[in-house]
């Protein structure tokens, strides 16, 4: 079995430049505004350190106006 987008993962050694330590964090987080919840949306954060917003992603229903409001 054939697979066109194969996982990829790449752990940076100690003497790497810069940007290959970093890893791509896709879409946003409870603290983003609505704009970098996008799953479109791409930023970066470095392989060795944690952060408490990126892991997992919940769903809610949009909470905005109605459509017959405008």
């Given amino acids: 079995v054939s697979d066109i987008s194969p996982n990829f993962e790449y752990n940076a050694y100690e003497s790497d430049d ?5 890893k791509v964090i896709r879409g946003g987080s409870w603290k983003d505004v609505a ?3 996008q799953v479109s949306t791409r930023d970066y954060e ?3 350190t944690a952060k408490c ?3 997992f992603r919940t769903v809610q229903s949009f909470m905005g106006r109605d459509i017959k409001d405008f």
């Fill in 35 to 37: 704009y970098f919840m």
């Fill in 53 to 55: 917003y990126i892991g």
């Fill in 46 to 48: 470095y392989q060795d």
């Fill in 18 to 22: 810069e940007t290959l330590k970093r």
